[in-house]
């Protein structure tokens, strides 16, 4: 069942995880994989030690983001299919608005699992391409993009970023991935949180889409919010 809440409860939903996490791993370094390095958003924890690095796509607008993050160590960009990354290296992966913006997804999100140690966590935030938000952001032609994007964000959001909403970029779609790979969602909840939301403009945009479409894509949220658990055996099977 999935829930609707606020950006400073999934804040807190992610850190209860890795403090529970931590628990179990009885202490050490938390070595964490940031795939989707566009928004800013370390990971505020205390008395854990992290070790934090980063993947993403070769982009200009992420470029810019990485020359002023300081929590990272080291960091790649490129092909996220072919991108050097160590087998069973991260304890936690955090997965913020990647899948949504990249082709084949689904090959992205399988590497970045092998670099996933056995137990550890995904988390995942990303737009949800059945929202109003969503299907806003994939049919408007890329000529147009820039502008608007400059009109209806506030400035110094990263972008405009591709957009590609595979089927993975969907509850739907994330589920059945999850199911055939043998992982488990521990959270599934829905928040509103789209740059477009910044500004008066946006948000009547965004409900003008949903009153389009009679509502089979809603206003209500923008974004997925999913705390992913690899089991700890290689063929362990959720039931």
């Known amino acids: 069942m999935s829930e609707v809440r606020s950006v400073a409860q999934r804040g807190d939903l992610f850190g209860q995880r890795i403090r529970e996490h ?33 993947a993403d796509e070769d982009h200009p607008a992420i470029r810019r983001v990485l020359e002023e993050r300081a929590d990272l160590v ?19 992966i955090q997965l913020s608005f990647l899948l949504e913006r990249v082709r084949h997804a689904e090959l992205v999100f399988d590497r970045l699992l092998q670099s996933l140690r056995p137990g550890g966590l995904v988390l995942l935030r990303m737009r949800d391409r059945r929202s109003a938000y ?26 405009p970023l591709p957009a590609v ?18 992982l488990m969602i521990t959270d599934d909840e ?14 009547a945009t965004v409900a003008a889409m ?18 992913i658990r690899k089991p700890q055996h290689h063929f362990a099977r959720i039931l």
Do not use: K
Request: aromatic share 8%; glycine share 10%.
């Open 22 to 54: 931590c628990a179990v791993q009885l202490g050490g370094r938390l070595d964490v994989l940031v795939a989707g390095c566009a928004y800013d958003e370390p990971l505020v924890l205390e008395h854990v030690e992290t070790r934090l690095s980063g």
């Open 74 to 92: 080291s960091w790649s960009l490129g092909d996220l299919r072919c991108v050097p990354l160590p087998p069973r290296a991260y304890d936690v």
């Open 134 to 159: 969503g299907l806003l952001d994939r049919i408007t032609p890329s000529w147009l993009r820039r502008p608007l994007w400059r009109w209806l964000v506030t400035a110094g959001t990263p972008g």
């Open 165 to 182: 909403y595979e089927p993975l970029a969907s509850s739907d779609g994330m589920h059945a991935f999850c199911l055939s790979r043998g």
């Open 190 to 203: 829905r928040n509103t949180s789209g740059p477009a939301r910044t500004r008066r403009l946006g948000a």
């Open 210 to 227: 949903a009153r389009l479409t009679r509502g089979r894509y809603p206003s209500s949220h923008d974004e997925i919010t999913m705390v």
